[in-house]
């Protein structure tokens, strides 16, 4: 099948290796090496992406605009089959593109050093700042309330009602933090009636996977560009908040090993203000902190959720993967919690 891609994309399937490759949870990744040349193809995953074409149609007009504005920025785009679109269709009906392996560069999965933190915040800054002037509304929305908090906490409460009585039993304690935490939603949903924090074009999966270091450790650019839409921008600190500043990721299930690293909390400040700073207004500042506990806790509904709806979205690994994944993200919620005050007075 994969055979029938590449020769869709004028690669000779027989000169080519193609091997799974990264950490994503929703599509498939493959890197593709042969012929003195590399490449990444992804298969789609159309059940969570269900308009492809309007992921296209997002990066053709941002590629456009740093062509226009920016030429020497790396903005990762995939490339064109033989036929010059950039999606391609297996007899299967499922949808695969290839995107440029960047020559020289690598990704980390958990972030080592402050250094790391610095870099990947500037380049998460760099790419919205750099689209300051760019009309975000002129983007789809790929996956629409994707960031909505109010919705995944009414898809959480959904969840509980409708989840068999087992898995509601075996989740009760996580059940119970959830609305522990309850009052982030509030605040939140302050925050939108307001209108106080305007729409940028935000990543939306800031992870650390997602970004590309070259082998001093220099940010070279940021990839997963799926998500790429408007946004907030406490969505990406948010989540950078969310997988940087534990030594330990979402899947580890030793709570011990999850806690909070301040000085990365400051690289975050220091990477994403340095493109940033002058641009985000008061408002925006003033939620910085705030970012960090709306996106743990928006991962930790949704791991949950997903527990209780019987792994139907992320999979599992194994049996009660989502609701360890939950466990580790409360664990790490609480933690920030404690940490908030500290915090406050850095961002100052
Ligand atoms: C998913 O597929 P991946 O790993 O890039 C998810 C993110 C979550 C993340 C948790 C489209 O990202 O929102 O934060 O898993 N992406 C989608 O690891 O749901
Ligand atoms: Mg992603």
């Known amino acids: 099948?994969?055979?029938?891609?590449?020769?869709?994309?004028g690669l000779n399937p027989t000169q080519y290796i193609v091997e799974p490759f990264g950490s994503g949870l929703i599509n498939h990744t493959y890197k593709v090496s042969g012929n003195g040349k590399q490449y990444i193809l992804q298969q789609v995953n159309t059940q969570v992406f269900k308009a492809p074409a309007d992921i296209v149609c997002n990066l053709k007009q941002l590629q456009d605009y740093f062509n226009q504005t920016h030429p020497s920025y790396l903005f990762v785009a995939p490339l064109p089959t033989l036929k010059g679109d950039t999606l391609m269709q297996s007899p299967l009906g499922n949808i695969y593109r290839l995107f440029p392996f960047v020559e020289g560069s690598h990704t980390v999965d958990v972030i080592g050093d402050e250094k790391q933190a610095f870099?990947?915040?500037?380049?998460?800054?760099k790419f919205t700042a750099l689209l300051k002037d760019f009309d975000a509304s002129r983007l789809k929305y790929t996956l629409p309330d994707f960031h909505n908090l109010n919705l995944r906490y009414q898809q959480f409460i959904a969840a509980c009602e409708n989840a068999d009585s087992l898995?509601?039993?075996?989740?009760?304690a996580e059940i119970e933090q959830a609305h522990e935490f309850e009052h982030i939603v509030?605040?939140?949903?302050?925050?939108?009636a307001d209108q106080a924090i305007p729409l940028r074009?935000?990543?939306?999966?800031?992870?650390?996977?997602n970004v590309l270091f070259d082998d001093e450790?220099?940010?070279?650019?940021?990839?997963?560009?799926?998500?790429?839409?408007?946004?907030?921008?406490?969505?990406?600190?948010?989540?950078?908040?969310?997988?940087y500043l534990s030594p330990a990721n979402e899947e580890?299930?030793?709570?011990?090993?999850?806690?909070?690293?301040?000085?990365?909390?400051?690289?975050?400040?220091?990477?994403?203000?340095?493109?940033?700073g002058s641009i985000l207004i008061p408002a925006e500042l003033k939620n910085f902190n705030f970012s960090g506990q709306m996106m743990i806790y928006m991962q930790a509904l949704r791991f949950l959720t997903d527990f209780l709806n019987n792994d139907s979205y992320y999979g599992a690994k194994y049996e009660g993967h989502n609701l360890k994944r939950a466990r580790n993200q409360f664990k790490l919620l609480s933690e920030y919690a404690k940490a908030s005050s500290n915090f406050e007075q850095l961002v100052k």
């Not at 074009?201 to 996977?209: A, F, G, L, Q, R």
């Not at 940010?219 to 600190?237: A, F």
């Open 217 to 243: 450790q220099n940010g070279l650019c940021v990839i997963d560009p799926d998500t790429i839409m408007p946004g907030y921008y406490l969505s990406d600190v948010g989540d950078m908040m969310r997988t």
């Open 201 to 209: 074009v935000i990543h939306h999966d800031t992870k650390i996977s």
């Open 252 to 276: 580890e299930t030793d709570l011990e090993q999850v806690y909070i690293r301040p000085e990365i909390f400051s690289a975050i400040c220091h990477g994403y203000l340095s493109e940033m």
């Open 119 to 125: 870099e990947a915040a500037k380049q998460f800054g």
């Open 167 to 172: 898995r509601q039993k075996q989740a009760s």
């Open 186 to 192: 509030q605040v939140y949903n302050q925050l939108i």
């Open 1 to 9: 099948m994969l055979n029938y891609i590449l020769a869709g994309f």
